[in-house]
């Protein structure tokens, strides 16, 4: 496939595109495709990967959800007046835009070029207002900690690694995995993150997984994840 020509795209994609190269001079043009429909990411074995928040290409609208009365939003607190919520492992965003649809206010990083790039994009197309940064959550939550506005939240989804026996998930989810590849240093950022918190660090893990870190205070248990909260002391 060839590289995209980026100097032929709208000038806030180019924007985009050079903000990745400059992060990583590696990072490569080919794979991507551009229409007015948007951006594209072309996977030579599984497919294309294409973010579309308001068509719901990655499942942004959670069927019959409760509102409020879901795990996710007790967890971060939107009943007890937690606002603002900082999404330190943004990925393809499903949570952030979820909680930001219930009122929170979300900011978030994303360490992968071409997931914060294709993540970008669509927000733009979508017009969400969400400031993402293309950094590693582990400096950029010490730049929080120094803040005086800390977010209330600071959530953490870490990609766990997959079970080999589970059943294969939808196209975009597996190339969205080969992409990112497993968090193996999700560790670290759990210390990281309650020090940039206000409130509370909420971390996302399959159900029967272990803790992510010491210290845990209570958790929420669906069907298939948990959220584990972290109290500010
Ligand atoms: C499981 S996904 C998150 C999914 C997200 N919660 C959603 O609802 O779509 C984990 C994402 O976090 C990113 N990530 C993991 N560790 C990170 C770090 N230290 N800094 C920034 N991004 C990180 C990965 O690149 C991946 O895109």
Not at 75 to 82: C, D, H, M, S, T
């Given at each position: ?159 766990f690694p ?43 893990r399959p159900l029967r997984s272990p803790d992510l ?12 994840v948990r ?7």
């Amino acid at each position: 496939m060839n590289a995209i020509n980026v100097s032929s795209l709208p000038l806030t994609l180019q924007q985009l595109f050079r903000a990745c190269l400059e992060k990583d001079p590696q990072f490569s043009l080919q794979n991507f495709d551009y229409s007015q429909e948007g951006l594209v990411y072309k996977d030579p074995q599984l497919g294309e990967l294409k973010i579309d928040i308001l068509n719901d290409s990655v499942n942004y609208q959670r069927q019959g959800h409760r509102g409020k009365q879901e795990i996710i939003a007790k967890a971060v607190g939107l009943n007890k007046g937690n606002k603002t919520i900082f999404d330190a492992t943004f990925g393809l965003g499903q949570d952030a835009l979820f909680l930001m649809d219930l009122g929170a206010q979300i900011s978030g990083c994303e360490r992968h070029p071409v997931i914060w790039l294709l993540m970008k994009e669509a927000l733009l197309r979508a017009d969400k207002s969400i400031e993402l940064i293309l950094e590693d959550a582990m400096s950029y939550l010490k730049v929080l900690s120094e803040s005086p506005q800390k977010p209330d939240v600071v959530y953490l989804d870490p990609m766990f690694p997959h079970k080999k026996k589970s059943a294969l998930p939808r196209k975009e989810m597996q190339i969205f995995r080969k992409i990112a590849g497993d968090d193996i240093d999700s560790e670290q950022l759990l210390s990281a993150a309650l020090s940039a918190a206000r409130d509370r660090v909420v971390v996302k893990r399959p159900l029967r997984s272990p803790d992510l870190g010491k210290g845990k205070i209570h958790s929420f248990e669906g069907t298939t994840v948990r959220y584990d909260i972290y109290k500010v002391l």
